[in-house]
């Protein structure tokens, strides 16, 4: 079931469907983006993750995540993720409209229930 729920996520976000994405959480949802260029963002609440999954779609003309591995366990899961996509704007990290963008990285989610609490995405 947790698998089900990452994966609608996933289908979710790769179709620009907030609704979706917004489907899949809880009400105090916690995102956090991480990145290794010194980069984080901490987002708490579903409307908050609403508010920027609007304005970060509009961010790529193009954009999608593949599930490399998945493991679940104790209301756990960690994935391992590939990110493609093609700027729209240019970008605060120096990513210029028009060039493509391609982020290996690794998604943990927490769970209450069968909705997504907790989202940490590092690349």
Same mark, same amino acid.
């Given at each position: 079931?947790? /698998?089900?729920?990452?994966?609608?996520?996933?289908?979710?976000?790769?179709? !620009?469907?907030?609704?979706?994405?917004?489907?899949?959480? %809880? /009400?105090?949802?916690?995102?956090? &983006?991480? =990145?290794?260029?010194?980069?984080?963002? +901490?987002? /708490?609440?579903?409307?908050?993750? +609403?508010?920027?999954?609007?304005?970060?779609?509009?961010?790529?003309?193009?954009?999608?995540?593949?599930?490399? &591995?998945?493991?679940?366990?104790?209301?756990?899961?960690?994935?391992?993720?590939?990110?493609?996509?093609?700027?729209?704007?240019?970008?605060?990290?120096?990513? !210029?409209?028009?060039? %493509?963008?391609?982020?290996?990285?690794?998604?943990?989610?927490?769970?209450?229930?069968?909705?997504?609490?907790?989202?940490? /995405?590092? =690349?």
């Amino acid at each position: 079931m947790l /698998d089900e729920v990452i994966a609608r996520y996933i289908a979710s976000y790769n179709a !620009r469907d907030i609704d979706g994405m917004i489907g899949c959480v %809880t /009400d105090d949802v916690v995102f956090e &983006n991480i =990145s290794n260029t010194g980069q984080s963002m +901490r987002l /708490d609440g579903k409307d908050m993750m +609403r508010q920027v999954a609007d304005l970060s779609g509009n961010a790529f003309s193009y954009r999608r995540q593949r599930l490399v &591995n998945v493991v679940t366990g104790a209301g756990k899961a960690a994935a391992e993720i590939e990110f493609e996509g093609k700027a729209a704007v240019d970008l605060p990290n120096g990513i !210029r409209a028009g060039e %493509t963008v391609k982020i290996r990285g690794a998604s943990f989610f927490e769970f209450r229930g069968n909705l997504l609490c907790r989202i940490a /995405d590092y =690349s």
